[in-house]
């Protein structure tokens, strides 16, 4: 689904979110409001035909039903203004906010000969830790890593980056980063480098299981039966899930310790045969 950063009429985004539930779970506009807290159950049918709009109230209720977070939340705010606003000023004023928050949060979709960025867990540390310690030298960011790498490892590392234009540097040991977040896009396939990447990650949760202490990790799962119906509907709430995690994450120009999320949902047994004729 597209990120509301995408969409300049709140109606449209509001509408493409119910289509695209709509057609991945049980979605009914009379649901849809029900989640919001109206109710009418067709007030957001109306709200998404131009035939009502939302209060102050209504938006916030309308961005918590939707799942929206972070920046994400605070451009929905900005374009149900900007698109309701009478006056050209404040209509100038939103559109501003809008286009700061799209500007501050743009996100690098690496494209298929980039996918060696995925070959190593170390350059997605390195591009969110490097920027945080401005001045430091390869030798002092190494021993941040876990586990711990070398210097002349950190240092090649950062040539990389800075070439795949994912680091820039700003000055003596300092570097930013040229965009918030990074993506492989949409695609049909799982290329291997980013097969490697699960891989590499997977090793090092295992690693943080029997080093970190429970208060420094978070780690639980579930063991289900399902159907290839209601496995749909989870990995949709996956992916939902995941891109409100972005939003959360990258409010904030802070940081203090790099982590790994990893959302996992595999197959234990192979399928039964189905009894039905």
Known sequence: MDSVIAFQDYRKFMDHWFQEKKAHAVMTWREFSKLAGFRSPVYLKLVCEGKSGLSGAGVARVAHAMGLEGFELAYFKALVAFNQAKRESIRQKYFDEMQALSKAHQVNVLGQKSMGYFESWQNPVLRELV??????????IAVQCMPKITARQVSATIKYLIS??????????T???????VSTGKMDFVPLAVQQMHLQMGALALEAIKNVPLSGRSVSGLTLGLTEKTFQKIVKELADFRKRVIAIATEDDDMEQVFRLNLQLFPLTWKLASGKK
């Open 131 to 140: 920027p945080h310690m401005a001045g430091k030298k390869a030798k002092q």
């Open 164 to 173: 795949m234009g994912l680091l820039k540097k700003v000055g003596k040991d």
């Open 175 to 181: 570097f930013i980063q040229t965009n918030k977040t």
